[in-house]
């Protein structure tokens, strides 16, 4: 009797990284279902927006978890779109993702503090934490579109950049939706502040977009 080799093959990182993700949107729903609700129909409806917008918003666990979730998929997303454009030269393995999740982790922890501070610096916390909250909340919605599409990308349609394009485009929708009603809900308050708004979307929201193309065309 020959003896037979057995072969553990290893969960896959990409699946257990679906998979922790999926857990982290199931908690959510879980231990703050009536919030959850609100949450899911955010680009039609700004309830959400309106009942949890209020000091404490960005420590509450409903929050947290959904800005995980959203990391979590995000720079999966980052990762796969990096080796389906050849962007760069990142090996398919868990370190690579983990940087690429660091990284992210680190420019959108950077960002937040540098939101808030500006905030404090024009006297007005107030405003500058409800248009974070209101922009981390679409981006938090978006996030499930680019679940669906990681999912997609890993086990059916691989390296397919049709399904990126598509994935960008309900994304910038979601958030194109999300800035609209930002600056239709605090238009007034926005008039006040209109020179500083203007710098902060250029320092803040456009400047890390064109180093980052940048950086990628170079």
Known sequence: MEPIEKTIVSMDWMTLTIFTGLVVLALGKYLFHKKFLNFIILPF???????HNKKGQFSHWFHLLLTLFQLI??????????QTFDLAPLDNTLTSYLIVLGFLALFELLKFLVQLFTGFVFNNSGLFGSLVFSKISYLNYSSIVIAVANILLIYITSH???TIYVALALILLINGIGITKLLKNHQKALLTYFVYFILYLCALEIAPLVLIGSYFKG
């Open 45 to 51: 409806n700004d309830k959400y927006i309106l009942l």
């Open 73 to 82: 998929n995000l720079s999966l997303f980052f990762f796969l779109v990096l």
């Open 160 to 162: 397919s950049k049709t």
